[in-house]
């Protein structure tokens, strides 16, 4: 098989990154990248899917993940997988000696070890350079839920319908389950047992469903759909304190900049980019907009090079400021403006690096989240649903374009958008039935 086949087939069959943005992985099969890496570093805490799908299908992913360093002529196939993942580790360490250009990598439990720039520097000693891309230094990041379904487009020409979801939180029975593409939030909640009775409070809008993780997740709504990208819901109380500070407007974070940053610099000390030699500098950002100083061009120009890990405002800042928000809105607002990453090279690396890791027991029990920790067991059976609203665009790139019309009978798994010119990717039917509705972002479709 060469590059350009394998390419075809993971774009055909719909293949992006589970765990992150959504990059469509037909581009990272790409024979420049001389080093190859599986990301099971679970980013965010609480998260269990990718370790739990690594344990239970390990020579089903580890065969696929050599294939792919085959097919790119990679020198290595890197697993990134944290200590702490016992069983993970036990799994692979069955099968990994059948393929001689794959290797462990064992990483800290720290955090962002998801952050393909960190995990990179932790498995192969190189640093990405600010604004860069992986492959410029010869490097291809998969996380483990991408392998698998390149696995299965591969070995039972499946393209992806459907996602692994862990449901945590104030829900009865936590669990990691398979469901369809387009399912509502709310019942995969209901999957899980259903909201807690013994929650905080006795009232369903009192809760709050955060999807994608405590750090980098954002607050959806029950009606929203899974998508490819959609890692996580944890349903948590209103006045939990991530909630809270999730909900906070913007102006309001920037009069408490104004007012409480006392410039100690924790936010910087601790940010992993920073630590790693990149210019990115959250403490002189934070004094440039709170006294409005807009001569400090370079404190802006640099927010390009923020991961949005929420480091800085979800553990460092003794202020309980919010860093992070701030930059994301700025940087918004310069993408509006026409405005790109300057060019920049990576100062050496900081001593102080490995002794500024943020442990993930340490970050769980400052987000007061140490309760929710839990087994979360995966079920990776596909959940029967009624309906789904399948999101034209669930990847970095150009939405799909619909091909389906209400009224027509669709199978799982045929195509019900085709890819976009660009960068893009087809949608598939995630279940049989009936179309009910094509709007401009969705296709809606009722089982029979």
């Known amino acids: ?51 739990q799908l690594l344990r239970d299908y390990a020579p089903m992913i580890v065969r696929t993940f050599a294939l792919i360093a085959d097919v790119l002529h990679a020198d290595e196939a890197i697993i990134g997988v944290k200590e702490g993942y016992r069983g993970t580790i036990e799994a692979l360490r069955h099968c990994v000696p059948d393929h001689a250009k794959v290797r462990i990598q064992l990483l800290p439990g720290a955090y962002p070890m998801g952050d393909e720039v960190v995990l990179i520097y932790e498995a192969t000693g190189r640093v990405i350079s600010p604004g860069g891309l992986p492959i410029e230094a010869g490097v291809a990041v998969f996380n483990v839920e991408t392998v698998y379904n390149v696995w299965r487009a591969l070995e039972a020409k499946a393209p992806v319908t459907d996602k692994v979801v862990s449901v945590v939180g104030e829900v009865e029975d936590p669990i990691t389950v398979r469901v369809p593409l387009g399912t509502s939030l709310r019942e995969v909640v209901e999957m899980a047992g259903g909201e807690r009775k013994s929650a905080s409070t006795s009232h369903p809008e009192e809760l709050a469903y955060l999807v994608g993780g405590p750090m980098m997740g954002h607050i959806g709504s029950p009606y929203d759909p899974v998508t490819k990208t959609t890692n996580a819901i944890l349903v948590l109380p209103e006045e939990h304190p991530i909630i809270q500070r999730k909900r906070m407007s913007a102006s309001i974070s920037m009069k408490r900049a104004a007012s409480a940053c006392c410039q100690c ?24 907009v709170g006294n409005h100083d807009y001569k400090d061009v370079e404190a802006f120009q640099n927010l390009f090079f923020c991961s949005s890990c929420g480091l800085c405002e979800m553990y460092s800042c003794p202020q309980g400021l919010s860093p992070r928000s701030l930059i994301a809105d700025c940087k918004e607002g310069l993408r ?32 007061a989240l140490t ?70 972002k969705y296709i809606e479709i009722t089982a029979d």
């Open 1 to 51: 098989m060469t590059a350009e086949e394998l390419g075809r087939i993971v774009r055909e069959s719909g293949v992006v990154g589970a765990g992150g943005a959504g990059f469509p992985t037909y581009m990272k099969i790409d024979e420049r990248a001389n080093t190859i890496l599986l990301n099971c570093a679970e980013c965010e805490p609480l998260l269990r899917l990718h370790r």
């Open 265 to 288: 610099e924790t936010c910087t000390d601790l940010c992993p980019r920073h630590n790693l030699g990149h210019p990115i500098e959250p403490h002189r950002f934070m004094r440039a």
């Open 336 to 367: 509006k403006a026409g405005l790109k990453a300057p060019k920049a090279c990576a100062s050496k690396v900081k001593e102080a690096r490995e002794y500024r890791r943020v442990p993930e027991g340490r970050l769980e029990a400052r987000l």
């Open 371 to 440: 309760k929710y920790e839990t087994q979360a067991p995966l079920d990776n059976r596909v959940r029967p649903v009624q309906k789904v609203q399948e999101p034209f665009s669930q990847h970095i790139g150009a939405p799909a374009v619909c091909v389906a019309s209400p009224g027509d009978r669709v199978k799982r798994g045929q195509v019900v958008a085709q890819p976009a010119k660009g960068l893009s990717v087809p949608v598939h039917a995630s279940i049989d039935g009936t179309v009910t509705a094509v709007t401009g």
